[in-house]
């Protein structure tokens, strides 16, 4: 008994010393893989492509973190690359009490160029996708010592605009080029300064499902707590970027034009949220107005701005608190095509909305009537709503009733 418990003894030394990387793999040890997926951003859907294929590539590398129960050096990083689907790297799972507390999972890894600073020229879709820093958490309930790979959920903590056009001036016209001047005042050493951010508008390098949608819907990653629009009361407007615009396959017709918002915007940019900015051509010169989620279109109204409602856990309901969403809302609860992309992610029919705050509806979309809001849908779809007293006109006129 006493030379098993010695050779016990020496065996538990032995293999204390794995995951510091200098003893060989024992036969007993289980790798740590990690099987990913994506959440999309302001949305409790899981981002999936098609084929089965996800956001990631192959060779694609994060970092790792894993903490222990050990009280000597219980945290350890560790490289992962991603190949066929998982993540593999050098963490084992160890035959004894050892086991892991809390795992967190960044994209990119630390020391590549999209983890050590925001990458503001976004026009390469290789570029667009370093921009975005996604992060995974999990901890001792869902992190097993099996061969199976711990899937890990990951979620954007920047943030994505996407730019479209719209109105009567931009018939047949794509975006080709666009960039953003923000003054960034965040503290230091976050804050960016005065910075330039051109948008991805699509350069054909990009995986076939997003194949000219770059055109269509320019689009930038974010970093989130930036503020978006001056706040001022003044009725003005500021001066925000350039934008390139023409028709598709020619240079021929391409015009440059200024952006502008109201001074009146006021926006915080949030993490894993994606917002929606409607560019309205003013005329032959193409300035353009923008508007995030609002209804300030001058050209016939034949834009509809929309955002998606956010998801509470607590009440098992999707949250609506803007006008934007509530038209967004009544047209996926119709049986028109909105957007193909969002009409699918969701069983939107089979959803409950609750109307969080009070939202009132403006002369200009009442007098819409089902252009922009669908008040008929909304009605017929009554049952899925609670707080519906909330949605008025701005008579006081309850939308619902």
């Known amino acids: 008994m006493k030379y098993a418990l010695l050779a016990l003894g020496v065996a538990v030394t032995l293999s204390s010393c794995r995951n510091d990387i200098i003893d060989t793999v024992s036969t007993d040890e289980v790798q740590l893989k990690v099987l990913p ?29 894993v903490t222990t129960n050990r009280a000597v050096n219980p945290e350890s990083n560790h490289l992962y690359k ?44 290789v570029d667009y996708k370093q921009a975005n820093r996604l992060k995974a958490e999990a901890d001792a309930n869902n992190i097993m010592p099996t061969a199976a790979p711990v899937p890990l959920l990951f979620k954007h903590e920047q943030s994505r605009i ?21 003054d960034d005042e965040r503290p230091d050493p976050e804050g960016l300064g005065k910075k330039g951010f051109w948008a991805y508008c699509g350069d054909g390098t990009e995986d076939p499902e997003e194949v000219g949608k770059g055109a269509l819907n320019a689009r930038m990653i974010l ?3 930036i503020q978006f629009g001056p706040n001022l009361s003044d009725g003005g407007r500021m001066r925000v970027g350039l934008v390139t615009v023409g028709t598709a396959g020619t240079a021929a017709n391409d015009y440059r034009g200024l952006i502008y918002i109201p001074n009146s915007t006021h926006i915080i940019l949030k993490e894993n949220t994606d917002y929606l900015v409607t560019l309205t051509p003013e005329g032959y010169d193409l300035y353009a107005t923008i508007t995030v989620g609002g209804f300030s279109q001058s050209e016939g109204h034949v834009a509809v701005p929309y955002q998606l409602p956010i998801w509470n856990a607590t009440t098992d309901k999707y ?83």
């Open 319 to 401: 949250d609506i608190t803007t006008v934007a969403q509530l038209v967004t809302v009544s047209w996926l609860l119709s049986s028109e095509t909105f957007s193909p992309e969002w009409d699918t992610a969701t069983d939107w029919a089979g959803s409950q909305f609750s109307i969080a705050v009070p939202i009132v509806v403006s002369d200009k979309v009442r007098a819409e009537a089902d252009r922009y809001l669908k008040v008929s849908v909304l009605k017929t779809n009554i049952g899925k709503f609670e707080n519906t007293d909330n949605a008025t006109y701005s008579d006081g006129t309850k939308v619902f009733d």
């Open 82 to 125: 991603y190949t066929a689907g998982t993540f593999e790297g050098d963490f084992f799972f160890r035959p004894d009490m050892t086991y892991i507390t809390e795992l967190v999972a960044l994209w990119p890894a630390d020391g590549s160029p999209g983890r050590q600073e925001v990458i503001t020229d976004q026009r390469k879709y």
């Open 37 to 65: 997926s994506i959440r999309e951003m302001g949305t409790t859907e899981i981002h999936t492509r098609a084929g089965g294929t996800s956001f990631f590539e192959d060779g694609d590398e994060i970092t790792v973190t």
């Open 162 to 182: 996407t730019y479209r056009l719209a109105g009567q001036n931009a018939n047949g016209l794509i975006i080709k080029e666009l960039l953003l001047e923000l």
């Open 223 to 225: 970093p989130s707590d």
